[in-house]
């Protein structure tokens, strides 16, 4: 344990010095969690874990209290001194002594802090909390999640334990009587929600682009001012393109930005960007374009479905010239991060859909007649991207 800690005293020197980086960060918060794992008893540890789903619960229903938003507006406005447990009760409606149990949960997690009893004061993860990141995914993902996940084991000892291969079958469908897509597009509010986490997501770097070296699109591109550079396909409001413009503005030719015709018909206009409503479930109408992107699409679905939205793509693609970009999590073999493993089993109960690893994306790749011509990581932990290009008949080993 002492040379953990040693470890983790050196990382963190790094870590407040100008040799901090995207690594260091990771490996600091490895060390740490393999520290508290040393620590604490094996009981403990499952103690720990029991006791998370009430964690959620109760994180939940202070979102919908709004208490965050009341503990940083008095935070910052009353000279840092906070807010009272009854003061929070007679702001929001909520019985005094239930704020007082809620928040109990919130300062043990860290998510605000108290320094006297029943006084709160705002931290820097509150003001995150009261951000779209914070107030709109924790709604959006407990309500369309939590349902279906507290009766996944069910579902899988009903279905002998087979791994979930059927989106029309996932456990979501059997549990709620729709898949993701269908449940947000059926509430309005939920959808705007959704977007909005979705955007607050990738707000930040990396981008794709600044992973994957975007001259090996650009460098033979049509420069024709109608020829099409790229596609973001689910580009859900077009906050990467958003980006993408930003940052290279001097790109050539079109970009198009596709999704669900209910989801664009939300999405705001984009300069320099055309919205089109499209379902990647169909044949692509958008010919011989020189990029057709995705991110975090193809982790929503079963192999089944993704073989379906590549040949549609590539149905489209002009074989020589045309590339497919993607955007997703590429699990490592061995030491998968946490946070990677459970999005996994999230995306097996709201669509069957699959986090995978370097060897599941070859061979979906290769099922659908596409080689992977490189793949590029960025930050440990966080997606890469990948890049493929339909196989040559004589290329084809199935
Ligand atoms: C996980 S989000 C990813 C959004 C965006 N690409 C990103 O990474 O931020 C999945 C997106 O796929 C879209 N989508 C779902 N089914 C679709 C379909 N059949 N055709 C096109 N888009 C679809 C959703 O509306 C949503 O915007």
């Known amino acids: 344990m002492l040379s953990l800690v040693d470890d983790i005293r050196k990382l963190a020197e790094m870590e407040c010095s100008d040799l901090q980086s995207p690594t260091t ?9 393999k520290l508290r794992l040393a620590i604490e008893t094996p009981t403990e540890t499952i103690l720990r874990l029991i006791y998370q789903p009430p964690q959620n619960a109760a994180l939940r229903t202070v979102v919908d209290l709004d ?5 940083l507006e008095a935070s910052s406005t009353k000279g840092g001194k906070g807010i009272s447990a009854t003061e929070l009760a007679a702001r929001t409606g909520a019985e005094k002594t239930l704020v007082v149990r809620l928040m109990r949960v919130m300062t043990a997690l860290g998510l605000c802090t108290s320094l006297e009893p029943e006084v709160y004061l705002a ?3 509150t003001a995150t909390m009261t951000k779209p990141i914070g107030r709109d995914g924790v709604s959006c993902i407990y309500d369309l999640t939590l349902p279906t996940l507290t009766q996944l084991p069910e579902y899988l000892r009903e279905h002998g334990y087979a791994d979930p291969k059927e989106y029309s079958r996932s456990p979501m469908q059997w549990v709620v009587g729709e898949s993701q ?6 509430r309005k509010d939920h959808q705007t929600l959704f977007n909005s986490y979705m955007s607050s997501r990738r707000e930040g770097k990396p981008n794709w682009f600044d992973i994957y070296p ?5 460098e033979c591109a049509n420069p024709h001012p109608e020829a099409v550079f790229l596609i973001d396909i689910g580009g859900n409001h077009g906050h990467d393109l958003q980006k993408l413009t930003h940052c290279r503005p001097d790109l050539p030719g079109r970009l198009i930005l596709q999704d669900l015709p209910k989801v664009i018909a939300l999405a705001p206009q984009l300069d320099g960007v055309e919205g089109m409503g499209y379902s990647f479930l169909d044949p692509q109408p958008v010919k011989g374009a020189r990029a057709y992107f995705f991110r975090s699409i193809f982790h929503d679905w079963p192999d089944r479905i993704c073989h379906k939205i590549l040949t549609n793509t590539m149905s489209a693609m002009d074989p020589s010239y045309s590339r497919i970009i993607i955007m997703d999590h590429v699990l490592p073999d061995v030491d998968t991060p946490l946070l990677q493993a459970a999005m996994d089993i999230q995306m097996m109960s709201i669509g069957a859909g699959v986090e995978r690893s370097e060897l599941q994306w070859r061979s979906l790749l290769r099922s659908a007649g596409l080689k992977i011509t490189g793949i590029w990581s960025g930050n440990p932990g966080m997606e890469s991207v990948i890049e493929a290009v339909p196989m040559a008949e004589s290329e084809d080993t199935f």
């Open 214 to 218: 975007v001259e090996r699109l650009t």
């Open 67 to 71: 208490i965050f938003k009341l503990v």
């Open 181 to 186: 897509f269908e449940w947000l597009a059926q």
């Open 123 to 125: 931290n820097d993860k």
């Open 25 to 33: 960060h990771a490996q600091l918060l490895t060390m740490v969690n």
